[in-house]
């Protein structure tokens, strides 16, 4: 029965020791992290389904889309389920504002629906400053049920957990088959790649009952109904470690936001969030030996999925997983990014069948 541990806890983590239970039955899993819950990045996510293929950069299109669809067919089942409550999937109608055509993006054939407007019905809506204006329905994740939601299903798997902070991978040595890593930007020090970086994002959460579909601009500017409260955001700044919530940054994403929606004026801040979003280009997912002190490790890395994390997350953890064919093995899996919702379960079957393939 190998033994496995997974390094992180967020979407991508869960996300990877699921399908890794899924690939192999026999295994016994536990997720270590530092940082469980709302202590993860994961948690402040905006959810929804929008795989950009702009911030995925160096990797094949056909692999990119397949990831997305994998992640599609995982969360749109569920929104139309019986676990659609318990999950935080939820089907949502919005448009997509921008000045230059959107030609065939990741999510077109997976949506239930993507089309462009009429320019009579965008000037109506307030969009006619906006050259394209597309209408989506897709699926949107509340994280603060979803990420709860895998996590009991990974228990009832027979997962186990541990809360603890790894500084040293010897630790590690001897004490596990294979360790998967998702440690996101932890892998900077812990693993020393200096590809990693951190693409800082802020967002306040409304509340505003009256907005029901969602609004993304090309500009970063975006709202989307979440559970309870509306996500109002956001901003992207490359390598920003900061932690502490800007005032600026608020008063500008509420700027640039009032002006494409008129209506959010009069919604009452709830809170503030900021995350650093893993970021790598180009996303890896591939084996590498590392020979340390007190052993041997085989790495098998799958990160840097920049803004599509959530989308990919699923099929990438698939890959990773896969991989069976080397004992004492490392999986890094992290890097997503803005992406970790969208990339997160598609990416993690990759990572999976990683996993797996070096057994």
């Not at 979803?146 to 990974?154: A, E, G, M, S, V």
Request: with cysteine; aromatic share 10%.
């Amino acid at each position: 029965m190998p033994n496995i541990a997974v390094l992180g806890a967020g979407i991508i983590g869960v996300s990877t020791a699921l399908n890794i239970q899924n690939l192999i039955p026999s295994a016994q899993v536990k997720i270590i992290s530092e940082k469980f819950g709302q202590e993860t990045t994961s948690w402040g996510a905006g959810g929804l389904f929008r795989p950009t293929a702009k911030f995925i950069q160096g990797v094949p299109e056909e692999k990119i889309r397949r990831w997305a669809r994998v992640g599609w067919d995982f969360y749109s089942s569920l929104a139309v389920s019986d676990k659609a409550k318990d999950s935080g999937m939820q089907i949502v109608s919005g448009f997509i504002l921008s000045q230059t055509k959107v030609e065939n993006p990741l999510y077109k054939d997976s949506v239930y629906s993507f089309h462009e407007i009429s320019r009579k019905a965008a000037t109506e809506l307030g969009f006619g400053h906006y050259k394209y204006v597309y209408q989506v329905t897709t699926v949107i994740a509340i994280v603060r049920d979803y990420l709860p939601y895998l996590f009991k299903r990974f228990e009832e798997n027979g997962g186990q957990t541990e809360q603890r902070r790894i500084d040293d991978l010897n630790e590690l040595v001897g004490q596990y088959d294979l360790v998967v890593n998702c440690t996101g930007i932890g892998s900077r020090s812990l693993f020393g790649d200096t590809s990693i970086f951190p693409v800082r994002g802020q967002l306040l959460r409304v509340k505003a009952p009256w907005i029901k579909n969602f609004i993304y601009t090309e500009d970063d500017a975006y709202l989307i109904p979440n559970g309870e409260l509306l996500v109002v955001g956001g901003c992207r700044q490359h390598n920003n470690y900061n932690l502490n919530i800007e005032a600026s940054d608020s008063k500008a994403i509420l700027e640039r936001c009032y002006k494409i929606c008129p209506e959010l004026k009069g919604a009452v801040i709830d809170h503030e969030w900021t995350g650093l979003r893993p970021t790598r280009v180009p996303i890896r997912i591939e084996k590498e030996i590392l020979q340390l002190k007190k052993g041997r490790l085989v790495v098998v890395h799958n990160y840097g999925h920049g803004a599509n994390g959530i989308s990919m997350s699923w099929g990438t953890s698939m890959d990773a997983a896969e991989l069976k064919k080397n004992k004492n093995q490392v999986v890094q899996y992290y890097g997503h990014g803005a992406n970790g919702v969208s990339m997160s379960w598609g990416t993690s079957i990759d990572a999976a069948e990683l996993v797996k393939d070096a057994l």
